[in-house]
């Protein structure tokens, strides 16, 4: 006569952070117990139970799911007897983490571990209008991160650190565009330099505007006006033999006075020379010639043609 038992042993992988989560298959192992008995005259006797063992099992190697080691790492091998019942074991892992870089960033994306953090320089007119180029400084921070490995989670951010050294200081231009832009100034004030500045974590970026001022109208005007009125200038001189237009209109004017003068005594000469020869003439030919109508006349005439004859030479030159 045998009596038979069954004792189980169930082994169970968890997560440690909820240990209602399997993180690998689980292992049951049984072990089969007996009784024997012996019959005499009427009398059973037990012969008592037999036993068995629970072999020794290694715990899965999980760290390819983001796991550390088991905190156990062998279920260890036991005996089992009558007096045993079914067991479980539950074996934990913990979560693993890493420390994320930009360089080695995991699942995490490089802007969360990496920025640059930029200083524009413009320089513009009064208007806004771009003179020249800007100048970009950039500089870059970095920080670490450490990953749970098993959610893919940050648990924690470092602090940031400048990888690439700060903003320098930047010389600025006296003159834009040819000379034509001059003075520059950001927020109203002169300056030759945008002075060097530090970047720390809480640095974002920056636009610094150096302003030019147009070089005054009037100035341009002016200089242009002395150019002007020295070729013309030059000019007179090429045309009139080294004398201005001014000069030569006013040689014109005053031969033209000459002229008139030398008709007027011309004619006031021809009255005189008339009114000697009237003297030694007959009578009536005296009325003829000292008529005052005949000697105006005379002298009328004269003036005339010496103004015809005077104009006619000047159209022909």
């Known amino acids: 006569m045998i009596s038979n038992k069954t004792i189980t042993r169930t082994i169970k992988y968890v997560d440690a952070e909820d240990p209602n989560k399997e993180v690998a298959d689980s292992r049951t192992d049984t072990v089969q117990l007996s009784q024997g008995f012996t019959v005499n005259n009427y009398t059973v006797t037990s012969n008592g ?15 390819a799911k983001g796991y550390k080691a088991a905190d156990q790492a062998t279920v260890d091998a036991s005996t089992v007897t009558n007096g045993d019942s079914d067991q479980t074991i ?13 360089d080695d960033p995991g699942s995490l994306p490089v802007s969360d571990l990496q920025k640059t953090v930029t200083r524009t320089i413009r320089y513009v007119d009064a208007t806004g209008k771009q003179l020249a180029e800007p100048t970009v400084q950039t500089v870059t921070l970095k920080r670490e991160a450490t990953e749970d490995l098993v959610t893919k989670q940050v648990l924690s951010y470092g602090d940031w650190t400048v990888a690439s050294g700060d903003w320098s200081a930047v010389p600025v231009p006296e003159t834009l565009a040819s000379g034509d832009y001059t003075t520059p100034k950001v927020n109203g004030e ?14 974002s970026d920056q636009t610094v505007t150096v302003v030019y001022q147009e070089k005054d109208a009037a100035e341009k005007n002016n200089a242009g006006q002395k150019n002007d009125q020295n070729q013309s200038g030059s000019g007179d001189r090429n045309v009139n033999g080294g004398q201005s237009s001014t000069g030569t209109n006013a040689s014109a004017q005053d031969k033209q006075s000459r002229t008139n003068d030398s008709v007027s005594a011309t004619a006031t000469s021809a009255v005189k020379k008339v009114e000697a020869v009237s003297s030694g003439l007959p009578e009536t030919a005296k009325q ?23 104009k006619k030479r000047r159209d022909e030159k």
């Open 190 to 203: 002169a300056v030759s330099t945008v002075t060097a500045d530090s970047v720390t974590a809480d640095s």
């Open 288 to 310: 003829v010639v000292t008529n005052p109508f005949g000697i105006a006349g005379l002298a009328a005439l004269s003036a005339a043609s010496y103004a015809f004859f005077t």
């Open 90 to 102: 539950v074996v934990k892992y913990a979560h693993d983490t890493a420390v994320r870089t930009a």
């Open 49 to 63: 139970w037999t036993s068995g063992t629970f072999e020794a099992v290694p715990s899965p190697d999980l760290s």
